[in-house]
């Protein structure tokens, strides 16, 4: 794929880097090899890098006097075999249970989507997708992936609730809320692992370019591992891709 990145001045001490404005595990490959070389090469210890699923923000702590002779820098930035980010992903598998308590959206999800709610949950936890970046709130994924039956706009009135763990999907995307917190997307079902803890590190143990399957439990299951999780005896640990 070819394309031509966009740099500009984001404001006075930050400097944003775009890529085309789609999904695309190849262009994350290049992002996340951009910003792992800005951090290893480009005066690590005076800036920092974050990615979005299209866009690298790179934050200086001083002002940017030059512009021009920032951007000029960054462009002039060469790639060795050593910069590239280690290939090998994890996959996290993610229990989710589908009950009508926890996928408060799942029921007129699958009615928008001419489905049945049990073809909803099928593709739904097939799919494997990758994390394309970490934001919104503390320890949200924003998943791609998705399988383009179950793609569906976002909804017109955001939900002003929206449970700790709930699975949603929004467009293209689906994600999981890591606290309580207003959303939009459409609510299919629930988790109990926690995706953020600040007592823990690190405080998320996911990172872009990873991969995560969900798989579904019963409610009873749930319940279960929700008190494991809540005594500190449920362990999330990834398997490693080739």
């Known amino acids: 794929m070819e394309y031509e990145l966009k740099f500009s001045r984001y404001n006075e001490h930050s400097i944003l880097i775009e890529w085309p404005a789609i999904m695309d595990e190849n262009m994350l490959k290049d992002i996340l090899n951009f910003k792992n070389i800005i951090e290893k090469k ?4 005076k800036v920092e890098v974050i990615n979005a ?24 930035l060469k790639f060795t075999e050593d910069d590239l ?9 993610i ?25 909803v949950i099928e593709l ?8 394309f970046f970490i934001g919104f709130l503390p320890g949200f994924l924003y ?33 999981i809320y890591p606290q309580n917190s207003p959303g939009g997307w459409h609510i299919i079902g629930n988790t109990p692992v926690d995706f953020f803890n600040p007592k ?31 005594h500190g005896c449920f362990q999330l640990k990834p398997l490693q891709n080739a």
């Open 42 to 45: 480009y005066i690590k210890q």
């Open 95 to 119: 229990p989710v249970c589908y009950d009508d308590e926890f996928g408060m959206d799942l029921n007129e999800f699958s009615k928008q989507k001419q489905l049945s709610e049990t073809e």
């Open 53 to 76: 699923f299209n866009s690298i923000l790179v934050i200086y702590n001083y002002t940017i006097d030059n512009i021009n002779d920032e951007i000029f820098r960054l462009k002039a």
């Open 200 to 230: 823990t590190n690190p405080p998320c143990v996911f990172n872009a370019g990873d991969q995560l399957k969900f798989y579904p439990i019963s409610k009873s299951e749930f319940l279960d591992l929700e008190q494991d999780v809540k």
């Open 124 to 131: 739904h936890s097939t799919a494997i997708y990758t994390i």
């Open 143 to 175: 998943l791609g992936g998705l399988d383009k039956k179950l793609h569906l706009d976002r909804k017109s009135t955001p939900n002003l609730d929206v449970k700790k763990g709930a699975v949603g999907i929004g467009g293209n995307q689906t994600g």
């Open 85 to 93: 980010v280690d290939s090998k992903s994890k996959l996290w598998k």
